[in-house]
């Protein structure tokens, strides 16, 4: 598997990868009052079945987004496309914004989206970027998981965030750079 730089030609690819994950695991938001404070948390919790989900991606987004974004990587296995990363980086914020990391269903959870994500971390370090930042529903817990596992830490929600108004949880990677 080697990852590099998307061409034009591999958009279409990309498009047709087959986004949508599978869980019986999910976050859920928990607020309450105490007093004048409004408290709110995450729960793991179990469903009494599993689900299948489309996170809340546009297809016709990817050609925007590789013309206009300053990174999107593709795995490329002998000349066919197995995974992507999209990424852009707002100069303000010196923090890459990862907009999808998508790995076709049959090679998950074999190294493909890390390697995916290395690539990204040291194209941060090199543009000189404070970390990474990824918004994921509250209900993609294999995306929770996978990003804990790769050193992304929770940093916070936006309820009512996608179209389908879907908890957003954001996380982090810090590279220590100031």
């Known amino acids: ?104 269903p049959d090679l998950r959870r074999r190294g493909v989206g890390s390697a995916l994500l290395r690539t990204s971390l040291n194209w941060a370090k090199h543009n000189r970027l404070q970390g990474l930042c990824m918004d994921v529903q509250s209900r993609n817990y294999p995306a929770i998981q996978f990003l804990q596992n790769n050193g992304f830490v929770y940093s916070g929600y936006n309820d009512r965030y996608y179209p389908t108004q879907d908890v957003a949880l954001f996380f982090v990677y810090r590279l220590g750079q100031t």
């Open 1 to 104: 598997m080697r990852v590099r730089r998307a061409e034009r030609r591999d958009i279409d690819a990309c498009i047709r990868l087959d986004s949508s994950f599978q869980t019986q695991t999910v976050w859920a938001m928990d607020t309450r009052w105490e007093g004048k404070r409004q408290l709110a948390g995450f729960q793991v919790r179990r469903l009494p079945r599993v689900l299948t989900l489309q996170p809340p991606l546009d297809p016709d987004d990817l050609h925007a987004d590789w013309r206009n974004g300053d990174l999107f990587l593709v795995a490329d296995e002998g000349g066919v496309i197995i995974g992507y990363l999209d990424m852009v980086s707002p100069r303000r914020l010196r923090t890459g914004l990862v907009q999808s990391i998508v790995v076709r």
